[in-house]
């Protein structure tokens, strides 16, 4: 099931569960709006490249819109529009006022070089810079960009409409960006794993855990869980697969992973098939790279007893079902990953109050929020019945078909 038919039916399932008005039920589900610009640039050797760029904004009856931008071959208008309503639905489950959207380039970012990317940067900002905005779509990194990216789309914004730096979040320290950014979306996945793990009276401590994707979101998953006491047995990425039982030694992988491009070639594990990777016998699995990862192919294999949706749509809907059966817990993605877009936020407000805070206080701030989301998404859970999926989807729909109708939606 591709991620548009899968986010789609999760929203439906929610608003089934809510008894939700079927007109009111349709105009969530249809982005407001969805932008495709073409983005031509001269290579280093002097040729012209082509590429194909999106952002989808999908709601904002809550705030301005928010979501990363991301760099990736597979890129797709219904990927990116599946990711715009996931950042709708995740911003309600953060209670930060926010709406959702997404965009993407389809381009494969190792294969060019800085400056390329840059140029292809600056062409996409002029291309969207009159639909993003402070107060109406704010981006920020994902798959294939990073805090330089955010620079980037800054400087060119800023050459139309003056300097803005809260017009994208994740943007480097010494251009208004905020300390714990980076660390942001890994910190999160392990205060959302602390309070499930909680619930069933166990620590991250002891724990064995394997981890997809070694980027940003990954690397600082795996450093956090093994600060926290947890052991990382296996660790994979776009080059290859690593495994140690005894547990991986993270700060060194980070060094290899750093001057190597990629964990292939560790010399502290055992190389592994990455196919192999999620169906590792371990307590805690946690994509961290691309959607659809595990499905109907992989689920009845998976030997996890939580899986802890760092990645977004990580989980197809039939994998869903088959995991449920065997007793696996699914914390998803618009809880666990949560973290990144809520201290953008913290970022925006930073900004917007040219006022800075010192780490601690993100972090502790990041804490709190992690941990009334989880407690939240328990009470829809309990509620409806439901399971973690549909206990987020019922919260974040129901919160933004309330501010939908309070500003004045007719049926
Ligand atoms: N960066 C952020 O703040 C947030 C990111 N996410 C999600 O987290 C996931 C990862 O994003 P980032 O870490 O930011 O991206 P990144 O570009 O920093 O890292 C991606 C990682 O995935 C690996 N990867 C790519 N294809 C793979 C494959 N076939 N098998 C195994 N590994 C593969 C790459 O080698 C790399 O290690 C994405 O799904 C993204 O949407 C979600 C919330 C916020
Ligand atoms: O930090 C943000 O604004 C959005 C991060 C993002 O793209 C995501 O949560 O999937």
């Known amino acids: 099931m591709n991620a548009l038919a899968a986010t789609s039916r999760n929203f439906k399932q ?28 001269p290579k280093d050797d002097g040729t012209l490249a082509s590429y194909v760029g999106f952002r989808v904004q999908h709601d904002n009856a809550r705030g301005p819109m928010k979501g990363g931008i991301r760099y990736h071959q597979e890129v797709d208008p219904d990927e990116v529009n599946a990711l715009a309503q996931l950042m709708t639905w995740k911003t309600a489950v953060a209670n930060i006022p926010y709406g959702g959207a997404k965009g993407g380039i389809g381009c494969s970012p190792g294969d060019l070089s800085i400056s390329e990317l840059e140029r292809l940067t600056r062409v996409f900002t002029q291309k969207i810079h009159d639909l993003i905005g402070i107060h109406t779509d704010v981006p920020a990194p994902d798959m294939g960009t990073n805090s330089q ?67 940003n979101v990954g690397s600082w998953a795996a450093y956090l869980i093994t600060e926290a006491g947890g052991k990382v047995i296996a660790v994979s990425d776009v080059t290859g697969a690593v495994k140690n039982s005894n547990g991986l030694d993270i700060p060194k992988l980070l060094k290899h992973a750093r001057e190597n491009r990629g964990v292939k070639g560790f010399s502290g594990g055992d190389a592994l098939d990455s196919n192999l990777l999620l169906t590792e016998d371990c307590d805690v ?46 914390l998803p993605d618009i809880l666990a990953n949560s973290g990144g877009v ?53 919260l974040a729909v129901n919160r933004v078909a309330r501010a939908t109708v309070l500003r004045g939606w007719e049926a």
């Open 14 to 41: 929610a608003a089934k569960l809510l008894g939700l008005d079927s007109k009111l039920e349709k105009s969530l589900l249809i982005p407001f709006r969805e932008i495709k610009v073409e983005c031509t640039i």
């Open 285 to 330: 699995l946690i994509p961290a790279a691309l959607g659809g990862v595990i499905n109907r192919e992989n689920a009845n294999d998976i030997r996890a007893k939580f899986i802890i949706e760092a990645a977004n749509h990580p989980t197809d809907p039939e994998a869903d079902e088959i995991l449920s059966k065997k007793g696996v817990l699914i």
């Open 149 to 215: 990216t955010m620079a980037w789309i800054l400087d060119e914004y800023s050459k139309f409409h003056g300097y803005s730096p809260a017009v994208v979040t994740g943007k480097p320290v010494d251009l208004g960006g905020s300390l714990g950014r980076e660390a942001a979306t890994g910190r999160g996945v392990l205060f959302a794993t602390e309070a499930l793990l909680a619930e069933y009276g166990k620590s991250i401590a002891g724990q064995r855990f394997v981890i997809q994707g070694f980027g």
């Open 342 to 394: 809520t201290v953008s936020y913290f970022e925006w407000v930073q900004n917007i109050q040219g006022f800075m805070w010192d780490e601690e206080k993100v972090n502790c701030e990041l804490k709190t929020y992690m941990t009334r989301g989880f407690k939240d998404v328990k009470g829809m859970c309990k509620t409806h019945n439901c399971d973690l999926r549909m206990g987020a989807f019922t």
